[in-house]
Structure formats: structure tokens, C-alpha cells
């Protein structure tokens, strides 16, 4: 772990390993080698709810095309959320559990 450690602090060229930093390079690392995948976010003033499709990664921020949300005025909006706001994120991958709608009960 330690060697993972200094590896992504001489990526990022301080010398230094810096937790925010290495937050930031996983988690927008994520979102980037998913483009197009269904996610779903809790974020910052919890428990504000998003369920949508990655469209990209613009510095720090995530867009997001909702599918459905918390609010349903807000459905089928898209939304650029900064890293530091989310809570909670699961990305859908081929081989893992399913995103339900919320709405429906049944796996979109």
C-alpha cells in the first residue's frame, strides 16, 4: 500500500502524499472510465438524490444527465456536480447489481 502510496504522489509530482489529492484523482478517475454508464450519487446537502447517465468530467465536476432525482421538478435535468459534494456514488458496471428506478421498483 505504502509503494501505491508514493507512486500516485510522484504522479501527481509534490513528492507528497496528499489524501485530497489522491481522492480527487480516484474518484474523477471513475466517473472518466464510464462515460455513458448509469450512476447513482448522494451528495452535499445530504440526502440529495441523483440517478442518471455520466455525459463527462470537466475539471472537478461531474455532469450528469438525470433519469430521476429527489425532486421531481428536477428530473431529466443535467447536472455538473463538484467532487468535494458527493457523498455516496455507485457506477453500474456489466457484471455488478443494477441501478432500480425508484419510481417502478424494477431495474431500468
Known amino acids: 500500500m505504502n509503494e501505491d502510496l508514493a507512486k500516485i504522489a510522484d504522479q501527481l509530482g509534490d513528492g507528497m502524499t496528499n489524501i485530497n489529492d489522491i481522492r480527487y484523482s480516484v474518484v474523477s478517475g471513475h466517473f472518466q472510465n464510464n462515460p455513458g454508464k448509469r450512476a447513482l450519487l448522494l451528495i ?4 440529495f438524490l441523483i440517478i442518471g447517465k455520466i455525459v463527462d ?10 433519469e430521476v432525482t429527489n425532486v421531481t421538478e428536477l428530473d431529466d435535468e443535467e447536472f455538473r456536480v463538484h467532487l468535494d459534494d458527493i457523498e455516496v456514488f455507485y457506477i453500474e458496471q456489466p457484471d455488478g447489481p443494477k441501478i432500480p428506478d425508484i419510481r ?3 431495474h431500468a
Request: charged share 20%.
Open 44 to 47: 452535499f446537502p445530504f440526502p
Open 57 to 66: 468530467v470537466v475539471s472537478d465536476f461531474v455532469v450528469i444527465k438525470a
Open 104 to 106: 417502478t421498483g424494477k
